[in-house]
């Protein structure tokens, strides 16, 4: 070959070494390119997930910040004020029913009314003459006499639970104690209930025949030699325990309103006693 040629030749295959080799490597670069991107996209989707995540937990605080605050919003007066006076009037409510019911004072041992204590002695005395069934016969008559009277009772005791003022309300209604409102409610009015119900009591008595039997047990006893004749008053007697009765079954009322849920017959009631 000559030597012209040979010269070219090797030229030419000198020259296309470095560039073959060139571009094997921008080859190579764009691949290792292509590769650390979508390295890099992978590692994006993680952070994505975590924003999300992020976001979710924040709108899931959000709400339940928002609820807290709904629960813990303190009563207003009005709300006090209505809450508890519902409480009180549904309590008294169910207790004139049971009260009024057949043997609701007769059968209650917490609030059956006994032998008047002044006169205990004509009870005794009646027992020992064989006399008892007498005596008997009067505690259930004066036991009626509370049932038949309890029917009348609602306007007496749902007008004082009116002039329950909105500041006694506010205390009364965030109050510990499960009969704080009927123990405000008795000390304020029990005379003034005692007095208005009396008439009702008295008619009551007359009705039931307990009246009469009283009467017949007093007189029998006052004819007995030598013992201290009794005027004991039974009207005053039967209407304070009649009231005493009914107050101690709203308290037993209000203590389930304060301590149970489903004893709550209203929105306004679940809100002012809810935990």
């Known amino acids: 070959m000559p030597t012209f040629r040979?010269?070219?030749?090797?030229?030419?295959?000198?020259?296309?070494?470095?560039?073959?080799?060139?571009?094997?490597?921008?080859?190579?670069?764009?691949?290792?390119t292509a590769t650390t991107e979508k390295t890099t996209t992978t590692a994006k989707k993680p952070a994505a997930k975590t924003t999300t995540t992020t976001k979710t937990t924040t709108a899931k605080t959000a709400v339940a910040a928002a609820a807290a605050a709904v629960v813990k919003t303190p009563l207003t007066d009005n709300e006090a004020n209505n809450g508890l006076?519902?409480?009180?009037?549904?309590?008294?409510?169910?207790?004139?029913?049971?009260?009024?019911?057949?043997?609701?004072?007769?059968?209650?041992?917490?609030?059956?009314?006994?032998?008047?204590?002044?006169?205990?002695?004509?009870?005794?005395t009646m027992r020992k003459l064989r006399l008892g069934a007498l005596v008997d016969n009067f505690e259930v008559a004066l036991n009626r006499s509370a049932e038949s009277a309890a029917k009348e009772a609602a306007p007496i005791f749902l007008g004082a639970v009116q002039n329950i003022s909105f500041q006694d309300a506010l205390g009364l209604a965030t109050s510990k104690e499960d009969d704080a409102a009927t123990t405000f409610l008795y000390g304020k009015t029990a005379d003034q209930l005692k007095t208005a119900f009396q008439p009702?009591?008295?008619?009551?008595?007359?009705?039931?025949?307990?009246?009469?039997?009283?009467?017949?047990?007093?007189?029998r006893y006052n004819k007995i030699p030598l013992v201290t004749k009794l005027e004991p008053q039974l009207t005053?007697?039967?209407s304070q325990k009649t009231v005493d009765g009914l107050f101690t079954l709203v308290a037993a009322e209000e203590a389930k309103i304060r301590a149970n849920p489903a004893a709550r017959g209203s929105e306004l009631l679940k809100r002012v006693f809810g935990k």
Do not use: C, H
Not at 6 to 32: D, E, M, S, Y
Not at 200 to 219: C, D, F, H, P, R
């Open 6 to 32: 040979i010269l070219t030749l090797a030229l030419t295959l000198g020259v296309a070494a470095p560039l073959a080799a060139q571009a094997q490597t921008k080859t190579t670069a764009k691949k290792t």
């Open 85 to 124: 006076k519902e409480a009180l009037t549904q309590s008294i409510n169910r207790s004139i029913e049971q009260a009024s019911a057949a043997d609701g004072f007769n059968a209650n041992t917490d609030i059956r009314i006994p032998f008047p204590p002044e006169a205990e002695l004509v009870a005794a």
């Open 200 to 219: 009702i009591i008295q008619q009551s008595l007359e009705q039931t025949g307990a009246t009469k039997l009283y009467a017949e047990m007093v007189s």
């Open 236 to 238: 005053p007697y039967a």
